[in-house]
C-alpha cells in the first residue's frame, strides 16, 4: 500500500524567506510524485510533477522540489515566498493506477 | 467551459435524504476522478472511471455511494441516506488518460448534512 506522510502541519514565514514544505512517501513500486496547491474557497491546482529523469524538478510560481529515492521524500521548496503563497500545499503520490494518495497537507502561512 | 466543472458549488440537506452531486469534466478527458475531502485533510479517493466504466471504485465507503457516467462525460455521484458524516467537500478530477498526466481538478461540491 501506498501512503504520504507530510511532516509538517502548518509553515509560519515571514515574506521574503526562504520556505521548505516536507513531504515522505511509501511505496513497494515505483511512484509518480506531484505537489498541489489550495488557494482559499479554490480547488487544486498542479504546482509541480516528478515522472522520471532529472530529480530536481521546477514548477510554477518559482516552487521546486527533490525527488529522493533514497530517503523517500520529495520536499518542496521555495527561495522567497510572497504574501500570495500563503495557502493549503498537498503532496501527492501516483503509481500509473490512476488514483492519487494525498498527504494531510501543510498550511503554509506567509507574515508580512 | 475550459476547466472541470462540478455542481452544486454548495449544498445542504438533511439526515437521511437523497443527494446528487455533478461533474462536467474537460471536454475528451477518459478519465474522470471523485475525490472526498474532510474539513483539515487532504482529499481520499473515492472511484476512478475510465470512459463510461468504474475501473476503480475501492474508495467508495459503503453503498451508500455510487456514481455513473453513463456516456463517457458527464458524471453523477449519488449518496443516499445521508449522515452527518459524509459532510465534505466532494472534489471531481479528470484527466486526458489514466497514469501520469496531470489531473485537472474542480472547485468542489461542499456539501453539508444537517
Known sequence: AQSVTQLDSQVPVFEEAPVELRCNYSSSVSVYLFWYVQ???QGLQLLLKYLSGSTL???INGFEAEFNKSQTSFHLRKPSVHISDTAEYFCAVNSNTGKLIFGQGTTLQVKP | GAGVSQTPSNKV???GKYVELRC????GHTALYWYR????????FLIYFQGTGAADDSGLPNDRFFAVRPEGSVSTLKIQR???G???VYLCASSPDR???EAFFGQGTRLTVV
Open chain 1, 39 to 41: 488557494y482559499p474557497n
Open chain 1, 57 to 59: 524538478v521546477k514548477g
Open chain 2, 13 to 15: 440537506t438533511e439526515k
Open chain 2, 24 to 27: 462536467d469534466p474537460i471536454s
Open chain 2, 37 to 44: 475531502q474532510s474539513l483539515g485533510q487532504g482529499p481520499e
Open chain 2, 82 to 84: 445521508t449522515e452527518r
Open chain 2, 86 to 88: 459524509d459532510s465534505a
Open chain 2, 99 to 101: 497514469a501520469n498526466t
